[in-house]
Every structure is written in structure tokens, then in C-alpha cells.
């Protein structure tokens, strides 16, 4: 048993090594031994963090905030919350969702500062591996992975290659994710400026290789965020963004002319009303935001029940502005693309309430409201709410780690005095 010098509770001597193979499958969400069939995340990461939970709750040393029991609360109601007036198919992997969100909230809340840099680099490491295995090997690559991953599409469109993904704008959206977190890790003191720097820029050609729209959008939003907030000198800011979108069109137009990111790129500068208006894929995604909104302003303040979204979405979005401004797409109505769509619809101000509350904790500093912009990306647009980044990224911004992003000297200190214990107990 060993003792927590910040937050002055016990904890078990295995934590650090679970909470660190937590840390690697966040990183790698979409593998398993035996992957389930009826999911992209697989269950791994999810187990740990559960199993790290019941060790506290049977230990004894369980602490719960007011927003953990609220989160808590809207879980277990997510399993109920059902209503009879609507005739909707019940699944219950389909409403695990918020649970094992929490269980990784959980966890990185309370143990991040026992993450260590190896971990995350190991993890990232092995993507990048796996991308570039794909790229020298397609066939052998994918023969190899699909026994791990539920299913890998084959590249299409102008779309490049997934790596340990099913699709390759999920491992687009990953390689943003290294990005972020490696930047937490430099601003814990955890990696040197060179390691970061080789990391990010690795991450930046892993997003490139796939040739992802998805990632090319959240490219340009991190670009856009760290030119605005980011505390560093407007002319170094211009020359970081300008040198970014040198080098991805000359990396695009030799590598995947036909790229995705690439169209995208060209419609954003040339007619962005038309990239939003015409686009599919973004069409489907504007489509899913706009029924949250819309459904919340027809006055269906808490939600239709859960289970509801595909049989009342074209009830709620005909005859209306969605219908009008995305005829192409609006055949879609009804799919789960957004797990902000998904879970406002179903649980309206329930879901609201939790969202805005877990993004009010967040660590006063202008590197934590970029990385909650993105993850505030990801929920909205992107993936569905058990993307275990998401909730990585959450807990370790949360007010609960201020102590992480202090000043170097008491990150120093605290090392010094984990030493002593450690000593002290041998």
C-alpha cells in the first residue's frame, strides 16, 4: 500500500501498472484479443479501468465528487430512461456507453499524474508501426491486424491507410490525439522538447497518411486554436501555421493527389458555404448537430427516452431548415454520427447538464481549453461517446490534476517526496 501526497488517501500498490496499461489502450481503443462484433472501440481499456474502480470501492479509499455521482446518475439512468409512448428496440450494448466513460473518467481524474511518458510513447509508437507496415504491406498488414481489429476497410475515395483502426479517419483522429497528448505529457515535464517535437511531427504524418478528411478538419481546427489561444509570439504562430500548410500540400499532391484532406483543404480556402452545403461526409455530421439543437428548441427538453433517435429524428427534422439546407443527405437523419446528437435527443437537459458541468472543471490555462476545444470536436462530430480519448483527455484537464501543470519546481518536489516514500516503505 502506498500513500498519495496530494490528495492524502491510500492506494494499492498495483495501480500504477494498471492505470499505465489503461493509459496504452486508450491510445490503442480499437484492438482486443478477441474483438467484439458489433463495435469499432473494443473492451480492453474499459476492463482496466473498471477493475481499478472496484479496487477502490472494495479498498475502502473510494472519493466521489458531487459531479462523479452525477455522472454516475446519468449512466445508470441511460440503462432506463425509456419511454412508453415510443416503440424502440432495446440493446444493451448501446447503452453502456456513458458507464464506461465514466470508468475512464474515473481513473485519469484520480491517477493521471501516475502515467508515465513510456507508456504513452509505446503506444503511440506502435500506431505509427502499424501505419507504416500498412503502407509497405497492404495485403500482409491487413491479414495480420484483422485478427485484433473488428474489421479493416480497404482504402477508397482518396482515402489512405487505417493502421490499428477500422476506418482511416478514426487513426486520423488518433494521430490528433497523440498531438494532445503529447503536449500534456511536455507540460508535466514527462518527455524532453526534442521527444515531443518528434513525436508531434511523426503524429502530423500518420494524420497526413490517411488521407482523412476527419483528419484534415481537426488538423486545421488544432492549427486555428493554438494560433488564437496559444501564449506564444503572433510572428512564431504565423510561421508554425504557414510552414504546416506548405508542407501538407506538397505532402499530399506527391503523395495521395487524390486525397480527401487535400479536397477538403482546397473547397475551405476556395468556397467554404460549399464544403459544408455539398460535402457527404460533412453534410451527415451537420446533419446530426442541427437535429440536437432542433430537437431541443421543438421543446423535447428531456429527450425522447434512449433508444429514440432513429425512429423520431425525420419526425423532428422534417419541414425544417436541416431538411431544407442538406436535401442530399437528409436520408441519414436517423444515424448515430453524433454522440452529441445521439444523447441529447434521448436524454435532452439530463445529458446537457453533465457536459457542461465536466467542462467547467477545467484547468485554467490556455493549452487545456485547446485540448477541451478538441475534445469537444470529438463528441460533437465525430465519435461516439465511448471514445476512450475523450474522457483520457477530460481527466487529465480536470481541476482535480491542477497540480500536474504547476510550476517545475513543485513537480520537482513532488517527485522527491514520491521517491522518499517509495524508500522509506522498502
Not at 396 to 412: G, H, P, S, V
Request: include cysteine; proline fraction near 4%; charged fraction near 10%.
Amino acid at each position: 500500500m502506498q500513500r498519495d501526497i496530494f490528495f492524502n488517501r491510500s492506494y494499492s500498490n498495483w495501480h500504477s501498472s494498471l492505470v499505465n496499461l489503461a493509459a496504452v489502450f486508450c491510445l490503442l481503443p480499437f484492438i482486443a484479443p478477441i474483438p467484439l462484433p458489433f463495435s469499432d472501440v473494443q473492451y480492453p481499456v474499459y476492463v482496466l479501468c473498471a477493475f481499478i474502480f472496484m479496487i477502490d470501492l472494495f479498498s475502502g479509499y473510494l472519493r466521489l465528487s458531487k459531479v462523479d455521482l452525477y455522472f454516475i446518475f446519468i449512466s445508470l439512468l441511460s440503462f432506463i430512461y425509456i419511454s412508453p409512448f415510443i416503440d424502440t428496440s432495446y440493446v444493451l450494448h448501446s447503452r453502456v456507453g456513458l458507464l464506461c466513460g465514466f470508468f475512464i473518467y474515473y481513473v485519469f481524474t484520480r491517477y493521471a499524474y501516475l502515467v508515465k511518458a513510456k507508456a504513452i510513447l509505446f503506444a503511440i509508437y506502435i500506431n505509427i508501426v502499424a501505419i507504416i507496415f500498412h503502407v509497405i504491406n497492404p495485403s500482409l498488414f491487413t491479414s495480420i491486424a484483422g485478427h485484433i481489429v473488428r474489421k479493416i476497410k480497404f482504402a477508397h475515395h482518396g482515402r489512405g491507410v487505417s493502421g490499428l483502426a477500422p476506418e482511416p479517419n478514426f487513426i486520423g483522429a488518433m494521430a490528433v490525439v497523440f498531438i494532445l497528448i503529447t503536449f500534456l505529457m511536455y507540460k508535466q515535464n514527462k518527455v524532453t522538447r526534442n521527444q515531443a517535437i518528434s513525436v508531434m511531427t511523426l503524429s502530423f504524418l500518420v494524420a497526413l497518411a490517411t488521407s482523412s478528411g476527419t483528419a484534415s478538419l481537426m488538423l486545421l481546427t488544432l492549427a486555428a486554436l493554438v494560433f488564437i489561444f496559444a501564449k506564444i509570439r503572433v510572428r512564431s504562430k504565423l510561421l508554425l501555421l504557414i510552414s504546416c500548410l506548405i508542407f501538407y500540400e506538397l505532402y499530399t499532391l506527391f503523395y495521395s493527389p487524390e486525397s480527401r484532406g487535400l479536397k477538403i483543404l482546397v473547397y475551405l480556402i476556395n468556397d467554404p458555404i460549399a464544403l459544408l452545403l455539398r460535402d457527404d461526409s460533412i453534410g451527415y455530421r451537420m446533419v446530426a448537430i442541427l437535429l440536437g439543437f432542433e430537437s431541443m428548441i421543438q421543446g423535447n427538453l428531456f429527450g425522447h427516452g434512449v433508444g429514440s433517435l432513429p425512429v423520431v429524428a425525420e419526425s423532428i427534422a422534417s419541414n425544417t431548415h436541416i431538411e431544407s439546407l442538406f436535401p442530399r443527405v437528409f436520408y441519414r437523419v436517423g444515424a448515430n454520427l453524433s454522440a452529441f446528437a445521439q444523447y441529447t435527443v434521448e436524454m435532452g437537459l439530463f445529458f446537457w447538464v453533465l457536459i457542461v458541468w465536466l467542462y467547467c472543471r477545467s484547468i485554467p490555462s490556455s493549452f487545456a481549453l485547446i485540448i477541451r476545444f478538441m475534445t469537444l470536436f470529438f463528441l460533437i462530430a465525430t465519435f461516439s461517446i465511448v471514445f476512450p480519448p475523450l474522457w483520457m483527455l477530460l481527466g487529465f484537464t480536470d481541476t482535480r490534476n491542477n497540480f500536474l501543470y504547476a510550476n517545475k519546481a513543485i513537480n520537482e518536489n513532488f517527485k522527491k517526496k514520491a521517491s522518499e516514500v517509495q524508500y522509506s516503505e522498502n
